[in-house]
């Protein structure tokens, strides 16, 4: 399950596919649904957004190359193809 806790505009950014750009603050329960996870309901997930994981306590920073970062140790959440919303 995936909670969008705050979310706000960064100015007019639009992404290659033209859709805005904002920073969003999420929760989610497990770090597979970070997962290719990069647009939220037609949004595109802005560089520096934050995911709070429930299961482990985890935060994961979204990277500037489209990948979540965990912000312990710095391994990524592999992505298994396409975007997600």
């Given at each position: 399950m995936r909670t969008v806790?705050?979310?706000?505009?960064?100015g007019m950014d639009?992404?290659?596919?033209?859709?805005?750009?904002?920073y969003f603050?999420?929760?989610?329960?497990?770090?597979?649904?970070?997962?290719?996870?990069?647009?939220?309901?037609?949004v595109a997930v802005?560089?520096?957004?934050?995911?709070?994981v429930i299961t482990t306590g985890d935060f994961y920073s979204y990277g500037g190359d489209g990948k979540w970062y965990n912000q312990s140790d710095g391994s990524t959440v592999q992505n298994v193809?396409?975007?997600s919303e």
């Open positions: 806790r705050f979310q706000r505009t960064m639009r992404d290659a596919e033209g859709r805005p750009v904002q603050e999420i929760d989610v329960d497990t770090a597979d649904e970070l997962a290719n996870l990069s647009v939220i309901d037609g802005g560089h520096g957004s934050i995911a709070h193809g396409g975007d």
